[in-house]
């Protein structure tokens, strides 16, 4: 917000343009005019333990983080949205979609598995709810950094190191078209893998090019970085690794290799 105040000062698209035509008010920049300058008001947010599914068998999972916390890497409006609206979204409609239904008794994970891919309502918000799910879970404002133990040895195994693992996270997600989400997950050979997914779709679905259990999604839809990084979305993908919980994708790791 204060870089967009210093912008709109420089470029002269202050917030007394329509005070301006008053004779009254003037620039913020003008130094005569500070004592009625109008300053740009500064986005509050709310809390996430406020944000709370309607009625049914699926609930949000509390952010264990505020929405300014990940600031570094994503902006706190984003955030919001993301997890207030987006989120939220998903998961009321998934529990519109098995309402009624004997699916309603089963985990996510099992009806994503049995999924009949033709039925969009279940597809994009069972897909909605499980990915973010996920995506939320395995940030943290104290992330970043690289894995260690057994997903470490996991990871030069297969990729060779932790830097080729990202690169391969980072092209999967930028060459996703339109919207989609990028995977690390563990595949039918108990392998360590890398794709990339589109919509709200996810390896644990029947059918896709890709097959397996995700321990680390990585949303590419605009919603998840356009305030911050417009049409840059390689910057969004560089930036999120700051703020990876390896810790949590470990222990995502350890109980895929367990299945
Ligand atoms: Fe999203």
Not at 161 to 188: P, T
Request: glycine share 10%.
């Amino acid at each position: 917000m204060k870089k967009l105040f210093i912008l709109m000062c420089a470029t002269g698209l202050t917030f007394s343009v329509a005070t301006a035509k008053e004779g009254k008010k003037k620039s913020c920049c003008q130094k005569k005019a500070a004592t009625t300058c109008v300053k740009p008001t500064e986005v509050k947010v709310g809390n996430p333990a406020d944000v709370k599914a309607a009625s049914g068998p699926f609930q949000i999972e509390n952010l264990q983080y505020g929405y300014a916390d990940l600031e570094k890497a994503i902006d706190k409006e984003t955030m919001e949205i993301h997890f207030s609206k987006h989120y939220l979204g998903y998961t009321n409609n998934l529990n519109k979609a098995v309402e009624g239904k004997s699916i309603a008794n089963q985990s996510i994970e099992e009806i994503l598995k049995n999924l009949d891919m033709s039925n969009g309502a279940l597809r994009n918000n069972g897909g909605g709810f499980y990915n973010h799910r996920m995506y939320f879970a395995t940030m943290s404002p104290n992330g970043g950094g690289t894995p260690t133990g057994k997903l470490a040895e996991a990871i030069n195994q297969t990729f060779g190191s932790f830097d080729a693992l990202k690169k391969q996270l980072e092209e999967a997600g930028a060459k996703r078209f339109g919207s989609g989400w990028a995977w690390l997950f563990v595949n039918k050979q108990g392998k360590l893998q890398v794709g990339s997914t589109a919509n709200q779709d996810n390896p644990l679905m029947p059918g896709l090019d890709i097959s397996g259990t995700p321990i680390l999604g990585i949303d590419v839809w605009e919603h998840a970085y356009y305030l911050k990084y417009q049409n840059k979305r390689g910057a969004y993908l560089d930036a999120f690794f700051s703020v990876v919980d390896w810790n949590k994708v470990a222990e995502n790791y350890a109980k895929a290799i367990a299945q």
